[in-house]
């Protein structure tokens, strides 16, 4: 299991450092007036330079894809309940993002903005694991379906 959690975070840093990039070109449409904006000014404040900012950020948009990356491991726990494997989940993605969040100052360095920041990751935390127990929910309906359909039939599934 290490070595597979290990394959999965080095398979998500990139990933990580990619969608940050991205991340970072749709924040520049909706709110930069026209220009690019790699990261928050308070970063490149607290670094010295854009480019040093730029990097600490790519950096740990990349860490945020490998640990995320890494934690989906748990999703294969087949010995744990969902709750089990979601509470740890959360936990682990909590332990990732949120200081990740707070070094890039993606959310402001207040109690107000930590507690702010992360009921929002807990919402969207919530919002997708419905979304994909929904989807499971409807795969699996979709597969008893087929092969009730299939008994019916005389096939051997």
């Known amino acids: 299991m290490r070595k597979k959690v290990m394959l999965r ?17 749709v924040i520049s449409w909706f709110w930069a007036n026209g220009h690019y904006a790699p990261c928050v000014p308070e970063l ?3 670094v010295g330079s854009e480019i040093g900012a730029v990097t600490v950020q790519a950096l740990l948009s990349g860490l945020l894809g490998a640990g995320f990356a890494g934690a989906s491991v748990i999703w294969e726990m087949e010995r744990w309940s969902l709750l089990k494997q979601t509470g740890i989940y959360f936990a682990v993605a909590s332990l990732v ?7 890039t100052y993606w959310m402001e360095h207040s109690v107000t ?12 935390f919530v919002l997708i694991w ?3 127990l ?3 929910r409807r795969s ?16 051997q599934p």
């Open 134 to 136: 929904w989807g499971g």
């Open 44 to 46: 490149i404040t607290a």
């Open 130 to 132: 419905l979304i994909q």
């Open 9 to 25: 975070g080095a398979l998500g840093f990139p990933l990580g450092m990619a969608l940050g990039y991205v991340i970072t070109i």
């Open 113 to 124: 903005g930590f507690l702010s920041y992360f009921g929002i990751f807990a919402l969207l």
């Open 140 to 155: 699996v309906k979709a597969m008893n379906e087929w092969l009730k359909r299939a008994r019916e039939d005389g096939r």
């Open 97 to 103: 993002m949120l200081p990740v969040a707070y070094l």
